[in-house]
């Protein structure tokens, strides 16, 4: 069975504030992959980052950095000087290296930022 | 490289109508999967098409609904005697097979689907 857990449901900050996502996911596979989307208010998810199990390095993409710590099971998500453009809803996914391998979404979590 | 595009973006229909939503993908996209999302929840898994097979179908895929991808290329999604149940965002997407996947899946903008 597999799980992923975003306990933010709603999290507002003033822009330029650095925000934390925090996603946790349950698998008993031991190849699989995270992912983070972004569903903007126009609805369409945007694809942001891939992982891969074996993977622990964190990830820096501009003012996007990931952190991912397999002995916790966790994939957490930061922004760091937050803008108003960053408001939107945030998935967290994991893909099973068996089966269909289609992504199982957290339930999001959704970002306002506020000017 | 065009995206994932979904036709029609809007849908309402009447209790009991059969409605078919269309999905093209990117086009050197092997994978195909829909997904359905309700409001505050994120997306469920449907069914998904390598090339032109429908290799898995999700437990939410009732017989109401059926699936294809004739040629691998689009595919159609369609829900028989629609239910007020079924309102939603029908989500489609693509992804690429190779070698060191599974790769991201890239979504279109989906169709939402309005039973009254």
């Known amino acids: 069975a597999q799980k992923v857990t975003q306990a933010q449901t709603e999290i507002s900050v003033v822009e330029k504030e650095d925000v934390t996502l925090d996603c946790v996911y349950e698998t008993r596979d031991t190849t699989y992959y995270l992912f983070w989307y972004k569903q903007p208010p126009s609805g369409e998810l945007v694809f942001l980052i891939r992982?891969?199990?074996?993977?622990?390095q964190n990830e820096i993409s501009g003012r996007y950095s990931w952190n991912f710590q397999k002995s916790t099971s966790s994939f957490n998500f930061t922004i760091t000087a937050s803008q108003v453009v960053d408001s939107a809803v945030y998935f967290c996914?994991?893909?099973?290296?068996?089966?269909?391998?289609?992504?199982?979404f957290g339930t999001g979590t959704r970002l306002t930022v506020i000017p | 490289d065009t995206g994932v595009s979904q036709n029609p973006r809007h849908k309402i229909t009447k209790r009991g109508q059969n409605v078919t939503f269309r999905c093209d993908p990117i086009?050197?996209?092997?994978?195909l999967y829909w997904y359905r999302q309700t409001l505050g929840q994120g997306p469920e898994f449907l069914t998904y098409f390598q090339n032109e097979a429908q290799l898995e179908k999700s437990r939410l895929l009732s017989d109401r609904f059926s699936a294809e991808r004739p040629k691998g290329s689009f595919s159609t999604l369609e829900i028989q005697r629609t239910e007020q149940g079924d309102s939603a965002m029908y989500l489609c997407a693509s992804s690429r097979l190779l070698a060191g996947g599974p790769y991201e899946q890239y979504f279109g903008p989906g169709t939402r689907l309005t039973v009254t």
């Open positions: 086009s050197e996209h092997n994978r």
């Open positions: 992982r891969n199990s074996f993977d622990e």
């Open positions: 996914a994991l893909i099973n290296q068996t089966g269909a391998n289609n992504l199982f």
